[in-house]
């Protein structure tokens, strides 16, 4: 059986050794800037942030992307941020 300690640590080592995106990024490129992104992005996975990611960029509902509800759509209009 393993112990909470143990279980704990190997968590610590998934969290520090696994490739970890620089989501801080997508703060300059979000309608509202990095101070909308902090709030969109605390605590969220990274998985979750893809969602959100792609929501933001798309201007689709965050539901249908979680649902995986293809649109149809074969390209979506960028922002353009001055």
């Given amino acids: 059986m393993t112990s909470k300690s143990d279980k704990n640590k190997c968590y610590y080592f998934l969290r520090v050794d696994v490739f970890r995106p620089h989501?801080?990024?997508?703060?300059?490129?979000?309608?509202?800037?990095?101070?909308?992104?902090?709030?969109?992005?605390?605590?969220?996975?990274s998985d979750e942030l893809v969602d959100i990611l792609l929501a933001e960029m798309t201007g689709q509902d965050?539901?249908?992307?979680?649902?995986?509800?293809?649109t149809g759509a074969e390209y979506f209009t960028g922002q353009v941020y001055n």
Avoid at 31 to 43: M, Y
Avoid at 62 to 70: D, K, L, P, T
């Fill in 23 to 45: 989501w801080e990024k997508c703060g300059q490129y979000v309608e509202g800037g990095a101070d909308r992104w902090n709030e969109l992005s605390q605590d969220r996975s």
């Fill in 62 to 70: 965050i539901a249908i992307i979680q649902a995986g509800v293809n």
